[in-house]
């Protein structure tokens, strides 16, 4: 297939925000397209070249781009840098400046998806002596080749961002309405693969029921659940029956992968951090069985008895080097509280059976290595989960947990069959936007930052500024982020990719014009800067609206 066809699709979901009319779009084009391209296809639709679960990366910045585009139009770097300040994206900017383009290009053919697509793929395979220049070259190969809007996309995949509001929801709902596959079949298979190119493959191909036979496979992270929150203890109980409530552990939510000789520690938002914790790899290997499995659960700092603020196992994760000294600075405690694999997948288990499994092959003698404490309640018993959540709150720990006994491990949903009940109000997570530099003292600094959340056809919409809760340190860190992470500049306000999260307190949500989403907040300060979140796990307008109403 051209790649022109794919970009006059790109364009026609850019064209609308209506999501039903986006999946229609999606669809239709779907059910065009041969098997071989199937599977690059549904990445490139979501701005990607790898599936979620991949470690490979194009590793490509806004500097390195801008210098290829220069390069192909004949204009200098600042000359492309003032195009996307005027433009707002180095994609809008590059379809502009094509068009001034003066250099003819010979020899050249119309690009197909699947050159675009292996050239973007070979990026994250160059690596060591002379990269830059052999990654331009590679990039130049294509954009060289291509019209004005095709280098618009290409630059926008290159960054992973395509900005026309197409999210995995979206084309998940597109695969099931292109090959006629019931929502939920196709939901589950996304969840358990995190590759929505091969469900649209494995669609195409063998229907229903070859999804279903898609599964859990070790190595391969798996998408977290979610709780929502509880009102009350009592009350979730009494509609549960059953509940299997368990300190909530205020630490780093990490997925131990066993397979074969191999153990790997990915994150909520699946990235690989085995090397920052060696100490835990060797905890899971000796208290765990030889044989292949996937478990879950919470890595804490702990240091004189008491656990540690979250941020410090962060420590350990942004640190490359020195995993030895930081080691011994942060030591740690693992709490195992989920099984999804055990010599075959166990997600469709009720909790209680998967706790069992758990409690039947983990050896907790070393105090390093241990199970959630937990307790099993009835509508008799409520008075045991009061007891444990007073009991996790003197301990230093969040709340509790309260888990649905029949439920089965659903991922990536955020349900009603597991809920958390924290001593602390809630709290929003949103995406930072802009920021604004400050003045006297914090002239240096981006003092302010704009922040935004999602909305119900994936668009960003702003809702306040903050600058409260950040220590200097944080602020000194935060600014050189948002250098790197510049859109455009426009006095002492930048816009910037969406890279950064935020957990927000609060002390009232009001309505507000001032900002996009309609809504904003009193005395917004910032509690956490959430590196183990990505723009994926922001909070939704749908949900401050409805917090708003009560
Ligand atoms: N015993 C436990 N069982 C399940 N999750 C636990 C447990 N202890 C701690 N957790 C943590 O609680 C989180 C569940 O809350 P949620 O799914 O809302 O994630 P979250 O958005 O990270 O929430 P929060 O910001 O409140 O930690 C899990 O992500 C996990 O990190």
Not at 68 to 85: I, K, M, N, W
Not at 100 to 120: D, G, I
Not at 385 to 405: P, Q, R, T, Y
Request: with cysteine.
């Amino acid at each position: 297939m051209k790649y022109g066809e794919l970009v006059k699709v790109y364009e026609a979901l850019g064209a609308t925000t209506k999501r039903l009319e986006k999946r229609d779009i999606l669809a239709d084009f779907l059910k065009t397209v041969d098997v071989e391209d199937l599977e690059k296809i549904t990445l490139m639709a979501l701005g990607r070249v790898f599936p979620s679960w991949s470690e490979d990366e194009q590793g490509i910045g806004d500097k390195l781009i801008m210098r290829a585009v220069g390069d192909v139009v004949g204009v200098s770097v600042e000359l492309v840098e003032d195009a996307v300040r005027d433009e707002g994206d180095i994609g809008a900017a590059a379809e502009k400046l094509y068009a001034k383009k003066t250099q003819m290009t010979f020899f050249s053919q119309a690009l197909t998806v699947n050159f675009v697509y292996n050239q973007l793929r070979k990026l994250s395979t160059i690596s060591g002596s002379r990269s830059t220049t052999r990654k331009i070259s590679n990039i130049l190969e294509l954009l060289s080749s291509a019209s004005a809007i095709e280098a618009k996309y290409i630059c926008r995949t290159i960054l992973e961002e395509l900005r026309i509001g197409v999210g995995e929801g979206i084309i998940r709902d597109a695969i099931s309405l292109a090959f006629d596959i019931d929502k939920a079949v196709a939901e589950r298979a996304h969840m358990l693969t995190n590759d929505l190119g091969l469900v649209a493959k494995v669609a195409k191909e063998e229907g229903e029921e070859g999804l279903k036979k898609l599964t859990l496979i070790p190595g391969r992270p798996v998408k977290p659940m979610l709780a929502q929150l509880s009102e009350a203890i009592d009350i979730s109980i009494e509609e549960m029956g059953c509940a299997l409530c368990e300190t909530k552990y205020d630490g780093f939510r990490t997925q131990f992968h066993k397979n074969g000789d191999e153990i790997t520690l990915f994150t909520r938002r699946l990235e690989n951090v085995t090397l920052a914790f060696p100490d835990a790899v060797e905890l899971i290997r000796e208290g765990l069985p030889d044989e292949d499995f996937i478990a879950e659960g919470e890595i804490i700092g702990f240091k004189n008895g008491k656990p540690q603020p979250f941020q410090s196992v962060l420590q350990r994760v942004r640190r490359k080097y020195d995993i030895k000294e930081t080691m011994k600075n942060v030591p740690i405690k693992i709490f195992l509280y989920d099984l999804l694999y055990f010599k075959e997948p166990t997600v469709d288990e009720p909790i209680i059976k998967r706790r069992e499994i758990l409690e039947s092959i983990v050896d907790s003698s070393n105090p390093e290595l241990n199970l959630s404490d937990i307790v099993k309640v009835s509508p008799e018993n409520i008075g045991d989960a009061v007891d444990l959540f007073n009991k996790s709150i003197e301990g230093g720990h969040e709340g509790i947990m309260i888990k649905n006994c029949a439920e089965p491990y659903i991922p990536g949903i955020r349900g009603k069959k597991m809920l958390k009940f924290k001593a602390e109000p809630e709290t929003l997570d949103a995406v930072v936007v802009g920021g604004v530099k400050g003045i006297g003292k914090r002239g240096d600094f981006i003092g302010s930052y704009e922040i935004a959340l999602r909305d119900e056809n994936d668009q960003l919409q702003t809702i306040t500024h903050v600058g409260t809760g950040l220590s200097d340190d944080d602020l000194a860190n935060l600014t050189k982020k948002m250098e790197e992470l510049k859109i455009t500049e426009k006095g002492t306000r930048i816009t910037v990719h969406p890279k950064i999260i935020f957990e927000i307190a609060y002390s009232e949500i009001v309505k507000s014009p001032e900002y996009s989403a309609g809504y904003s907040l009193r005395f917004p300060v910032v509690k956490r800067i959430r590196t183990d979140k990505g723009l994926e796990d922001i909070d939704t307008v749908e949900r401050l609206e409805s917090m708003f109403n009560g």
